[in-house]
T-cell receptor, first 114, second 118 residues
Framework: DAGVTQSPTHLIKTRGQQVTLRCSPKSGHDTVSWYQQALGQGPQFIFQ???????QRGNFPDRFSGHQFPNYSSELNVNALLLGDSALYLCASSLSLARGNEQFFGPGTRLTVL | AQSVTQLGSHVSVSEGALVLLRCNYS??????LFWYVQYPNQGLQLLLKYTTGATLVKGINGFEAEFKKSETSFHLTKPSAHMSDAAEYFCAVSVPINSGGSNYKLTFGKGTLLTVNP
């Protein structure tokens, strides 16, 4: 079992550009959540996908959007990049939306916006 | 609103000494609490979790945590630190993100960096 995988590992973009990050959940998991972790901070919830629908989102602007595919993999898209979007983006998968179910995290994608 | 406060952004201990990482939470519903560890350039790994039942929870790598409702705390301990324990530790609380209470997200503290001195 490969666990949660994310691609790419690192990414450098300039302000105003668009970026797409990808996540493959752990085998058997159907729920994907995305988090943004700024330097020196804890992860902040962006949104969660289940059954190919965005179930809820955190306090992030519409520039952040996502998608979940029938195989449960997911993408995070960020448009009109700002310097403040520089962060580690973490994908986490879990089995269903049950509260106590463990979320398994991927290694993250390090996004740098210049 | 639910939140997590980790006291001490940096804790330094000697190898073999007691590790104590502090976490206090606020929650409008009975909390589900988690401790995660993050090694450099890696994602988060679950150490342990409290949902219901026994308030003393044992996790991986010799860590344990005790849920104390009266103190709204969930402190992480390990009797004897090892060099390999050096990492960043995050406390998190699972909170409902819809009115029906069927969807949940994790709210994290800002983290505590643990360094272990030889």
């Amino acid at each position: 079992d490969a666990g949660v995988t994310q691609s790419p590992t690192h990414l450098i973009k300039t302000r105003g550009q668009q970026v797409t990050l990808r996540c493959s959940p752990k085998s058997g998991h159907d729920t994907v959540s995305w988090y943004q972790q700024a330097l020196g901070q804890g992860p902040q919830f962006i949104f969660q996908y289940y059954e190919e629908e965005e179930r809820q989102r955190g306090n992030f602007p519409d520039r952040f959007s996502g998608h979940q595919f029938p195989n449960y993999s997911s993408e995070l898209n960020v448009n009109a990049l700002l310097l403040g979007d520089s962060a580690l983006y973490l994908c986490a998968s879990s089995l269903s939306l049950a509260r106590g179910n463990e979320q398994f995290f991927g290694p993250g994608t390090r996004l740098t916006v210049l | 609103a639910q939140s997590v406060t980790q006291l001490g952004s940096h804790v330094s201990v000697s190898e073999g000494a007691l590790v104590l990482l502090r976490c206090n939470y606020s929650s409008s519903v009975p909390p589900y609490l988690f401790w995660y560890v993050q090694y450099p350039n890696q994602g988060l790994q679950l150490l342990l979790k409290y949902t219901t039942g026994a308030t003393l929870v044992k996790g991986i790598n010799g860590f344990e945590a005790e849920f104390k409702k009266s103190e709204t705390s969930f402190h992480l301990t390990k009797p004897s630190a090892h060099m390999s324990d050096a990492a960043e530790y995050f406390c998190a609380v699972s909170v409902p993100i819809n009115s029906g209470g069927s969807n949940y997200k994790l709210t994290f503290g800002k983290g505590t960096l643990l360094t272990v001195n030889p």
